[in-house]
């Protein structure tokens, strides 16, 4: 049996989940998420708690166990404290700025770079080298996330570009010069 998909969902008060056959619909304060589940998993309310149980013991409807409870306690968390992806931007000149909801990036290219956020969505900017990408979705946070990164990715010699928070960018020592050699 799935480690995860054996754990119950808690459903906090002020949550409203609505199953659909395969159509999953959470409210919150936050917002509302809808996802279509597989058919191969069962998805059952009990009280305050959603279980996830799967039907069989083929190796798809297995790896589809852990994936399904995952996708839905997501969503339950997503609506009650919702998402937050924060990115570090390191180069001199390179700064991020709101004009809007749009998100300003400056990152050495000839051209600001404006990035529209999808519905849901929306960016914090702390300081002019610091941002965060938050929404209700995780996926969709981590995917427009993953696009601001892309703008400029880190490079190994100076480490200059936009990485995610903590992340750890592997540098490369560069040319080393003429040792030794032929006079």
Do not use: C, W
């Not at 002020?14 to 809808?34: A, R």
């Not at 597989?38 to 305050?48: G, K, L």
């Not at 852990?66 to 390179?94: D, H, Q, W």
């Not at 050495?108 to 929404?135: C, M, Q, R, W």
């Amino acid at each position: 049996m799935s480690r995860i998909g054996r754990l119950p969902i808690t459903v906090p008060a002020g949550v409203d989940v609505k199953l659909d056959g395969t159509t999953i619909t959470v409210t919150g304060p936050k917002g509302t998420l809808t996802r279509t589940l597989t058919d191969r998993i069962r998805v059952a309310r009990e009280e305050a708690r959603i279980v996830v149980t799967r039907p069989s013991e083929d190796k798809t409807t297995r790896s589809l166990h852990g994936l399904t409870r995952t996708l839905v306690a997501n969503m339950v968390e997503g609506v009650t404290t919702g998402f937050r992806k924060p990115l570090e931007i390191t180069g001199v000149g390179y700064r991020a700025a709101l004009s809007g909801r749009k998100l300003q990036l400056s990152l050495g290219y000839s051209h600001p770079i404006e990035i529209d956020p999808p519905d849901g969505i929306s960016f914090e900017v702390e300081n002019p080298t610091k941002l965060a990408v938050v929404g209700i979705d995780k996926e969709l946070v981590g995917q427009i996330a993953a696009e601001v990164r892309a703008k400029r990715k880190p490079e190994p010699y100076k480490g200059k570009g936009v990485r995610y928070a903590g992340e750890v960018v592997r540098r490369k020592a560069g040319k080393a010069g003429k040792v030794g050699g032929k006079k």
